[in-house]
């Protein structure tokens, strides 16, 4: 702790405020500081809730679906805003058109990703150690997850207008229950489990205000920085952020997994992450998934489950079934997707990978005329893109 030896040079009372205050990198498991909460307030009752949706595509023609009917479908009245670098799987984002007027596609933002600059401020504060595009990812992670505060502010000035409740959520998101309507006022949800020291970073709900801070997550830096915080990864930082912030912070079950391509070592550390089949019950509060058959037992599932530190879905109510995540998906997988899944996805995932360039330009066009704002290449460019 670099800072912490400077402080002791200049003075040791003020070494001993920031450890009181802050104690930068403690890696208390399992301890959620839940502020005292106001009452449970329906964000979708009068109110006037935006949803954004960040990431990449690589998956969206699998998780698209369930995102529409679990979390766009649910949150009635809600824009829709999405965050999203441009890639060959871009095009994938027609698989969230629907939804007959009961939400609006607000603002679409689909950029070339541009190198952030690494400050030794970012360096010293943040870790990339288990990152997989090391520090440059967690850079464009963050700034992806800011960019949902810069769009909805730029669009509450076009409309004259604040909205009450922010969601936040990724694209790679894959849900089996709809997600939550109530919250609490001045406090920020996030799900329970993997947390990796700090909170889980798959998903956040607010209001206007703790979004607001929530969100900044690449602007907030240097403050956590000067707070004395160092070698944090992506979920401490994020505790750090709010506490800095001084944000109240409650967690909550959310049915959704993150439908990931990472290969995981087999079985995993303590520490390392387990990946769980989408047929699963219960909610995975965001675990790593795939559309898998279990390698264990569903009691051999539940003791892995159990000797995870820290990582893991704490909820009794979910019944996991755990995969082996070594190596790429197994054959098998569409079979896997589509019993789970449903016929309309089902229908969705073979749209999207037997489709024609041609196909892609008109089905894309006719998503983007519904959005009210689109920022990005035109669907041609897009669907030039494509793998094919
Ligand atoms: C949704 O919005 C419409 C029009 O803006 C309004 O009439 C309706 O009451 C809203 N529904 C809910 C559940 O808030
Ligand atoms: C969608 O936006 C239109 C105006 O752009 C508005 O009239 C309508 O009430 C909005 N619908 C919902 C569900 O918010
Ligand atoms: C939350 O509470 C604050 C303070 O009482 C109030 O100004 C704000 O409108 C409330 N926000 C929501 C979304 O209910
Ligand atoms: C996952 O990644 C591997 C290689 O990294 C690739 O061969 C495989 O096709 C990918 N699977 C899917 C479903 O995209």
């Given at each position: ?9 200049v ?14 990198g403690?890696?208390d498991e399992?301890?959620i ?20 949706l ?144 700090g ?33 944090e ?26 439908l ?21 019950k219960?909610?995975l ?19 892995m ?21 070594s ?12 019993a ?16 024609s360039?041609?196909?892609c ?28």
């Amino acid at each position: 702790m670099l800072g912490r030896n400077i402080l002791v040079g200049v003075s040791l009372l003020l070494l001993l405020l920031l450890l009181l205050d802050h104690s930068p990198g403690d890696r208390d498991e399992g301890g959620i500081h839940f502020g005292e909460s106001g009452p449970l307030e329906n964000i979708i009752q009068g109110k006037r809730t935006a949803v954004c949706l960040v990431g990449e595509a690589r998956h969206l023609e699998l998780t698209g679906p369930s995102i529409r009917k679990y979390v766009l479908e649910t949150l009635k009245n809600s824009s829709v805003f999405i965050n999203m670098p441009l890639d060959s799987n871009s095009y994938k984002m027609f698989v969230l058109d629907g939804g007959g007027g009961s939400y609006n596609f607000t603002s679409a933002n689909i950029f070339s990703p541009q190198y952030i600059w690494e400050t030794k401020v970012s360096r010293e504060t943040l870790t990339a150690k288990k990152s997989p595009r090391a520090l440059q990812g967690l850079l464009q992670y963050f700034a992806l997850n800011e960019g949902c505060e810069t769009m909805i502010r730029q669009q509450e000035e076009l409309q004259g207008f604040k909205y009450d409740w922010i969601v936040r959520t990724r694209l790679d998101t894959f849900w089996t229950a709809p997600i939550p309507v109530e919250y609490r006022n001045s406090t920020y949800t996030v799900p329970r489990g993997t947390r990796y020291g700090g909170y889980n970073d798959r998903l956040g709900v607010g209001d206007r205000k703790t979004s607001r801070i929530a969100l900044q997550r690449l602007s907030a830096l240097p403050l956590i920085h000067s707070a004395g915080y160092r070698s944090e990864n992506s979920e401490s930082v994020y505790k750090a952020q709010l506490k800095v912030g001084n944000v109240k912070v409650a967690e909550d079950e959310f049915s959704f997994c993150v439908l990931s391509n990472r290969s995981f070592p087999y079985p995993p550390g303590r520490h390392g992450a387990l990946v769980a089949s989408i047929q699963g019950k219960g909610p995975l509060n965001g675990a790593y998934c795939r559309p898998c058959r279990p390698s264990e037992s569903s009691s051999r599932s539940r003791e892995m489950v159990e000797r995870m530190v820290d990582a893991w879905i704490p909820s009794e109510a979910a019944e996991v079934e755990v995969c082996d995540g070594s190596g790429g998906w197994k054959a098998g997988w569409p079979e896997v997707f589509d019993a789970v899944a449903g016929e309309e996805a089902a229908a969705l995932r073979k749209e999207s990978d037997g489709m024609s360039k041609a196909e892609c330009v008109s089905r894309l066009a006719r998503f983007k005329d519904r959005w009210s704002s689109w920022k990005g290449p035109s669907t041609t460019l897009i669907c030039e893109l494509m793998d094919r």
